[in-house]
C-alpha cells in the first residue's frame, strides 16, 4: 500500500472534520487532503516522479503534512528535516539523499541558497511563504491546480521516508523507512489510543522527527483532533492547555523540566490533562511526582527509536504504570534481551534490547555494512541496554556506549542522573565517563542548577555519597549554564565527551 492512503481512508471514515488549529486558524481534513493534492500535481509538473527524493525543511506548520502527503501521493520519498541542523548537515543529506526539490521557508533558505547549482540533482527550491529569484512561491505553484490527484501505489516495502539521525554516536546517517513500516507503526500507536475523538491534542515535537511522524500517521488513523504549535514554547503549551482544554500531548523529558521550572506555571489551568507522552529519551523519576502534583494527569513513558519506525513499548491509561518501566511492547512488536555472546537472557537481567517487528528499517540509507551491524537475522539490536520483568515491561538501563567501566565495575550513568536529579539545587544533569590512569574510567557529571541556586562540588558530591555505592559517585562535578541537546531535546552525550576531549587536548 501507499501510505498516503491514510488520509484517503481518513476522509471516508469520517467525513470532514477540524482536524487541526494552527495559530488561530482552523483546518478540516478534507482541506489539508485537497491542498496536498494540488501541491502533488504541481511537483509532477516539476518533473518529480516514482522514487525521488523530496526534502521537506520547514517548522512545525499545516504545509508538513501537506507537503509529506503530497510527495507520498506521487509515489516519492520524504525526506523530513528538522530545521534547527547546520549548514553542513544540511548539506551532507541534500547530497546523500541526491534531493531533487526542497520544500522549505524564507527563514530557512540561508542553509539551501548556496547548494542551488552546487548539487547536480537538486532542481528546485520551494517556499512555503515567499518567492525570489532562485525560488518558486508554493502558493502561485500550487494555484490553479487539480485538487484530486490519484495515489500511485507502492508495495509494501517500497522506500517511502528517510530519516537522518546521528543517534548518540557517528556521522549522521539516512534511516529507510518502508511504507510497511510506517503503516505497521502508526496502526500499533493508534491501537494504544483511549481517547475520544472529540478530545484535544496538544502537537509539540517535531512532525520532522520520527516521533512526530509517527502521531501524524496515528492521527489519520484515529480521526483526532490537534492544536498545532509551531515549537515549544512552555507559556503558549500552558495557555493552549487552558483555552482547548487539551487532553494529551506528547514530549520529551526536557520539555517537561522546562514547565515544570517554568516561572507562573500555577497560573495556568492545566486540570484538562488526562496524559502527558514521553519517548526520546530517559524519564528522570524525580521528576514525575512534582509535574504530576503541579499540572495533572499521568506522565506515561515510552520507548523507541528511528530504526524501529520508530515506536517499540509504551504505557496504555488503563493499564498499570510501572515507574522506570517504558510499558509494554506495542502490538506487532516483539523485544528480547541478548548477552554479548547472543544469548537471551532470562527474566530480570540486563542485556542489549533487540526488536523484531514489520517496523524494522529497511536499512541504512546506502550504507551496507553499517545495516548489517544493526539487522540481523531480522532483529534490530538498538545498542541500548534494558531488561525485562516477568509481566513483560521493559526497562531502560543505558545506551552500551554510555556505560561506564571504573576499575571492572560497570556503572550505569542514568542511575547516578537520578541521584542528581533528586537534588533541590538541580534542573538538569549529565553523566559520562572521563579517563582514569588508575581505573582506566570514572565518573564526572555536569549539572545545570536552577535559577538563583548556588552549590559547591563539594555539596553535590556528599549528596550522592548518601544515595550511592561510593565507586559509583562522581569523580569530579562539572557546573554548566545549560547541556547541549539535539533538536528534539534529547542530551547529547556524545558533545559531552567531547567536552573532556577538548580539555584533555
Not at 500500500?1 to 467525513?15: T, V
Not at 494555484?143 to 556521522?171: C, H, M, N, W
Not at 506515561?300 to 515507574?323: D, F, K, N
Amino acid at each position: 500500500m501507499n501510505l498516503a492512503r491514510l488520509g484517503e481512508e481518513n476522509l471516508e471514515k469520517y467525513g470532514e472534520y477540524v482536524a487541526l488549529v494552527f495559530e488561530g486558524k482552523e483546518y478540516t481534513n478534507r482541506e489539508q487532503h485537497r491542498a496536498a493534492n494540488r501541491l502533488a500535481n504541481a511537483l509532477r509538473g516539476l518533473g518529480v516522479g516514482v522514487g525521488d527524493r523530496v526534502v521537506v525543511m520547514l517548522p512545525n506548520c499545516p504545509e508538513v503534512p501537506q507537503s509529506c502527503a503530497a510527495i507520498l501521493t506521487l509515489g516519492a520519498v520524504v525526506v523530513p528535516v528538522i530545521f534547527l541542523l547546520s549548514p553542513e548537515e544540511v548539506k551532507h543529506i541534500l547530497g546523500d539523499s541526491e534531493a531533487k526539490v526542497v520544500i522549505t521557508s524564507t527563514d530557512m533558505l540561508w542553509k539551501v541558497e548556496p547548494l542551488i547549482g552546487a548539487l547536480p540533482t537538486l532542481r528546485h527550491v520551494v517556499l512555503v511563504d515567499g518567492d525570489g529569484e532562485r525560488t518558486l512561491g508554493l502558493a502561485g505553484l500550487a494555484k490553479g491546480e487539480p485538487d484530486t490527484f490519484t495515489v500511485v501505489e507502492r508495495a509494501d516495502d517500497d522506500l517511502a521516508v528517510i530519516l537522518y539521525t546521528s543517534g548518540t554516536t557517528g556521522q549522521i546517517k539516512g534511516v529507510a523507512l518502508s511504507h510497511r513500516n510506517l503503516h505497521s507503526n502508526a496502526r500499533a500507536a493508534a491501537a494504544l489510543n483511549e481517547l475520544s475523538r472529540e478530545d484535544w491534542g496538544l502537537a509539540v515535537l517535531p512532525l520532522s522527527h520520527s516521533y512526530g511522524l509517527m502521531l501524524m500517521n496515528a492521527g489519520n488513523i484515529l480521526g483526532t483532533r490537534s492544536v498545532l504549535l509551531r515549537w515549544f514554547n512552555p507559556e503558549e503549551v500552558l495557555t493552549t492547555i487552558q483555552k482547548f482544554r487539551i487532553r494529551a500531548m506528547a514530549g520529551v523529558p526536557t520539555m517537561f523540566v522546562y514547565l515544570l521550572n517554568y516561572p507562573g506555571a500555577e497560573a495556568h489551568d492545566t486540570s484538562s490533562m488526562i496524559y502527558w507522552g514521553s519517548g526520546a529519551a530517559p524519564l528522570p523519576l524525580e521528576l514525575v511526582e512534582p509535574f504530576e502534583k503541579k499540572f495533572g494527569g499521568r506522565i506515561l513513558e515510552g520507548y523507541g527509536l528511528t530504526e524501529a519506525a520508530p515506536l517499540v513499548s509504551a504505557h496504555r491509561i488503563s493499564m498499570e504504570r510501572r515507574l522506570g518501566s517504558v510499558g509494554k511492547p506495542v502490538p506487532s512488536v516483539e523485544v528480547k534481551i541478548l548477552d554479548a555472546d547472543d544469548r537471551e537472557l532470562p527474566v530480570g537481567e540486563a542485556g542489549e534490547i533487540c526488536v523484531r517487528s514489520p517496523g524494522v528499517m529497511l536499512g541504512y540509507y546506502r550504507l551496507p555494512e553499517e545495516t548489517a551491524k544493526t539487522v540481523r537475522n531480522g532483529w534490530l539490536y538498538t545498542g541500548d541496554i534494558g531488561r525485562l520483568d516477568a509481566d513483560g515491561y521493559l526497562y531502560i538501563v543505558e545506551r552500551k556506549k554510555d556505560l561506564i567501566i571504573r576499575g571492572g565495575f560497570n556503572i550505569y550513568p542514568r542511575e547516578v542522573e537520578e541521584v542528581l536529579y533528586a537534588h533541590p539545587k538541580v534542573v538538569e544533569a549529565g553523566v559520562v565517563a572521563m579517563p582514569d590512569p588508575l581505573m582506566g574510567e570514572d565518573v564526572l557529571a555536569f549539572v545545570v542548577l536552577k535559577a538563583g541556586q548556588q552549590a559547591t562540588t563539594e555539596e553535590i558530591m556528599a549528596f550522592c555519597q548518601e544515595k550511592l555505592a561510593k565507586f559509583k559517585c562522581p569523580k569530579q562535578v562539572r557546573f554548566v549554564d545549560s547541556l547541549p541537546k539535539n533538536p528534539i531535546g534529547k542530551i547529547l552525550k556524545k558533545e559531552l565527551r567531547r567536552l573532556i576531549e577538548s580539555n584533555l587536548a
